[in-house]
């Protein structure tokens, strides 16, 4: 058998040859404490896999339980979501035109998408006719004075 080529120990960074191509200590001492390193961190590394096993599971769970509160929905709650977005599109709608009721510009924060200033106004209220809320027909871009101080300021 041919000599192996030298290594150096991975504990004490001497040269020496290696009497197994699988040895890389130079003497049993450093085995044993080679060994020891080796065990500390497979250990760390358990722990780690350990923990992002966890951390999978914990959003997985959390994943399934915001479904489930999903399927939970209430009528009225996917109503106030439906009607969000369709406020949302009616401003988006009427971007750049006047209030419907007094012709006075609209001006609001961040482009029109936010109801702090403009309002979506129902022609005929979603208390009166609930079967028109979501007519586009039926609703324009209005002033918040016009549509909650002023009823509406129909003509």
């Not at 339980?65 to 996917?78: N, V």
């Not at 109801?115 to 979603?126: L, M, V, W």
């Amino acid at each position: 058998m041919a000599k192996l080529p030298r290594r150096k120990c991975k504990v004490c960074r001497e040269w020496f040859h290696p009497a197994y191509s699988n040895v890389v200590w130079c003497c049993p001492e450093h085995g044993a404490i080679y060994a020891l390193e080796l065990r500390a961190k497979e250990k760390i590394k358990a722990a780690a896999r350990r923990i992002k096993e966890k951390h999978q599971a914990d959003k997985a769970e959390r994943q399934r339980r915001q479904a489930k509160l999903e399927s939970f929905k209430t009528k009225a709650q996917w109503d106030k979501e439906a009607q969000a977005a369709f406020n949302r599109y009616i401003r988006i709608r009427d971007e750049g035109k006047p209030c419907i009721s007094c012709d006075a510009p609209l001006v609001g924060k961040s482009n029109f998408l936010t109801g702090s200033a403009i309002d979506a106004s129902h022609y005929r209220s979603r208390g009166a006719a609930s079967h028109l809320k979501f007519n586009v027909f039926n609703v324009h871009s209005a002033c918040t004075r016009c549509n909650r101080q002023l009823s509406g300021n129909a003509v």
